[in-house]
């Protein structure tokens, strides 16, 4: 069960973390999937769709239900109450896929991302912000140690301001005012509006694995004429 306190700061801040969400023995079950999957796509014509350094190291993979590399206990992972039983209790039970990746990062590889939104422009209006802030969720699963994420609380819900735009157009990896890193210990859970304003950065000596998936709320973002008409569509299968 979600406590009010936590929907409260989804809406506000863009983000909660539920700590110790997966127990120890289900980190190490999806940690043993996400190793089979990385060897799978290291291996001689293994799996492309992959995130990779500049000098070719492996530090994410897109789409691991991908039936090249689709690991049931990941699959399983996502269906699980502790993290789609919270995604339905943030933005409503009507959910919809929207992605399943793996952030990983071999020995002595570091990667530094820079601050961006998913889904959302520099521009964009605070009106049309607002109205997404219960439409999505995406998560990062920690299976070890991550405090690769940084974000800043409660930019999902305004245009970026005038101090966060210098930083952008001057080094769009430096530091943001009011920027907070989520630092998630094996089996946290973060998840965030994909508005927020975010970075990565992986430091050469962390070892990552995170599953990294997001959900779409989806009924109730269709026009009300439109939703007998798909909800028959999935009936139907």
Not at 14 to 31: I, K, N
Not at 124 to 149: F, I, K, P, S, Y
Not at 203 to 215: E, G, I, K
């Amino acid at each position: 069960m979600l406590a009010q306190r936590e929907c409260d700061a989804f809406a506000t801040e863009g983000y909660v973390v539920r700590r110790g969400a997966l127990t120890a023995a289900q980190v190490e079950r999806y940690a043993e999937a996400v190793d089979r999957v990385v060897l799978r796509c290291e291996a001689p014509g293994g799996y492309a769709d992959v995130r990779r350094g500049q000098r070719g190291q492996l530090w994410g993979v897109n789409n691991i239900l991908h039936p090249d590399i689709r690991e049931r206990a990941l699959l399983e992972a996502l269906g699980e109450p502790s993290i789609l039983g919270v995604i339905a209790g943030l933005v409503g039970p009507e959910l919809q896929h929207h992605l399943c990746t793996l952030l990983v990062s071999p020995p002595g590889m570091g990667y530094d991302l820079q601050w961006h939104r998913d889904t959302a422009f520099a521009d964009d209006e605070e009106a049309g912000l607002l109205a997404m802030l219960r439409d999505h969720v995406q998560l990062n699963g920690a299976l070890r140690r991550d405090h690769c994420l940084s974000i800043v609380p409660g930019s999902h819900r305004r245009r970026l301001s005038s101090e966060e735009r210098a930083v952008l157009a001057a080094d769009a990896k430096g530091d943001m005012p009011g920027q907070v890193v989520v630092a998630l210990e094996a089996g946290d859970v973060a998840f965030y509006n994909s508005n927020l304003l975010h970075r990565g950065a992986c430091a050469p000596d962390d070892s990552r694995q995170t599953l990294h998936y997001a959900v779409h709320a989806y009924h109730d973002t269709l026009p009300a004429t439109l939703r007998d008409l798909f909800a028959n569509w999935i009936r139907c299968g």
